[in-house]
């Protein structure tokens, strides 16, 4: 009883001294590792533990022999504790133990990754290393509320800091957006009056740790249409459906660009667009910084990629059934874009750029068929392939057990498995888990 006691607080201490350090978990990146060792603290009549940080420019070696540490090598271990002294980097803290009146370190532990950590055990013949998993379990959190500006804002607002962090806000954010890839472009769909439910996976380890796991399910109203998506793996690849089992996955994305990487605007304004309507303008315009990746819409074949006129660098691809699709302004074109070159939907094709008629950097695309521009955003891309028959029991139960962690009107209360609410249920971390 005594021993589990120390062990808790000892744990405490531990976490304690990791955020006193560092400010963040070890595994993330950190813009300025806070270096300097901690003071020691007693974590038991006989132990002392220590956390000390990896600096930047600085060997795991020297780290050790700071700790008196000089007769472990890392570079003679296992290559499956994936411990790469060189690939180590800086920002990683360590935790030294010693059992008094040893001075010396008995026991060294690093978190290398969110799901295990590294411990080596001194012994008298020289020190051996083992690699514990760390468990994370998953807890089903259900949100729901209006978009008024953006998706990441929208979220972001009703997502406290202390059940995901920023970070993971913009993670969810961007997930639940590459949900909707093929339905919805994110950068100019969005009305007042738009509303989202979503219940996605919040990961918490056996250290009270928290992160973002995945999306379960979701509900979009957009312009008063509803979008349902459920999660499901049929034949070992996820993806997700809507509640007839209907893939979303459509011939042609919504919007050729690479969304994660305008979301510097994205998560704080909506997106604007562009500059400069010309008389003729037969596409879509969509304003990023010079060099965001430009997707190919869907699959197909490179008809062109080079310099035309007011486009400036184009790639223009040609795809089934007499659509082709036209990508303008390009910085430049990806690595083996060629006339002739067989691309696949999401493929990089190009770069945003502002060559020809442009007045800023932005994307000029153009949806056609049969030679004839259409609203990219409008066209009808038609019904999703049905998921396979062999499956579709499966899918069904997946679908109604996610429909009542999406619905929570419908449940039954004492469901087990009913999704916490955390807006009402704020307090629910324990809050020595947090800086
Ligand atoms: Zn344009």
Not at 10 to 22: D, E, L, R, Y
Not at 40 to 57: F, M
Not at 386 to 405: K, N, S, T, Y
Request: some cysteine; hydrophobic content about 40%; overall charge positive.
């Amino acid at each position: 009883m005594r021993g589990l006691r120390l062990g808790a607080a000892c744990a405490v201490i531990s976490a304690a001294a990791v955020f006193a350090t560092t400010g963040w978990w070890p595994w993330r990146r950190m813009p300025t590792p806070v270096a300097a060792p901690v003071a020691a603290r007693p974590v038991a009549p006989a132990a002392i533990e220590i956390l000390d940080t990896l600096r930047r420019g600085e060997t795991v070696s020297e780290l050790f022999a700071r700790h008196g540490v000089v007769d472990l090598d890392l570079s003679g271990l296992d290559p499956a504790l994936s411990l790469d002294p060189r690939r180590l980097r800086s920002g990683l803290v360590f935790s030294f133990r010693a059992t008094a009146p040893d001075t010396l370190p008995a026991r060294i532990s690093v978190r290398t990754t969110p799901e295990q950590r590294v411990v080596f055990h001194r012994a008298p013949d020289g020190w051996s290393a083992v690699v514990e998993p760390i468990a994370w379990s998953a807890e089903p959190v259900r949100i729901e509320g209006a978009i008024d500006n953006s998706l990441y804002e929208a979220l972001d607002a009703q997502v406290p800091d202390d059940q995901l962090d920023g970070a993971d806000r913009q993670r969810l954010a961007w997930d639940l957006a590459d949900v909707y890839a093929w339905q919805v472009d994110f950068t100019r769909d969005i009305q007042p009056g738009d509303r989202f439910q979503v219940v996605f996976e919040r990961l918490v380890s056996e250290d009270g740790e928290v992160r973002f796991g995945r999306v379960l399910a979701s509900d979009l109203t957009m312009s008063g249409k509803s979008l349902t998506a459920f999660r499901f793996e049929g034949d070992g690849r996820p993806a997700f459906y809507d509640a007839e089992g209907n893939s979303l996955r459509r011939a042609f994305l919504r919007a050729p660009v690479q969304f994660r990487r305008i979301s510097s605007t994205f998560a704080r304004a909506r997106f604007h667009p562009v500059l400069g309507i010309t008389r003729r303008h037969e596409g879509t315009d969509y304003a990023a910084s010079p060099g965001t990746p430009v997707m190919a819409a869907g699959d197909g074949v490179v008809l062109r990629a080079g310099r035309a006129g007011g486009y400036g660098n184009l790639v223009e691809l040609r795809h089934r059934n007499g659509i082709t699709t036209r990508y303008g302004h390009l910085r430049g074109f990806a690595r083996g874009i060629r006339a002739g070159a067989r691309v696949g939907q999401g493929q990089t094709i190009g770069y945003v750029g502002s060559t020809g008629l442009a007045s800023g950097p932005h994307l000029h695309y153009e949806f056609r068929l049969n030679g004839v521009a259409k609203d990219a955003r409008r066209v009808d891309l038609g019904n999703g392939a049905p998921i396979r028959e062999g499956v579709r029991a499966d899918f069904r139960q997946e679908r109604d057990r996610l429909l009542e962690l999406l619905r929570p009107a419908r449940r039954n209360t004492t469901d087990e498995d009913a999704p916490r609410s955390i807006a009402q249920q704020p307090a629910e971390t324990p809050a020595r888990w947090l800086p």
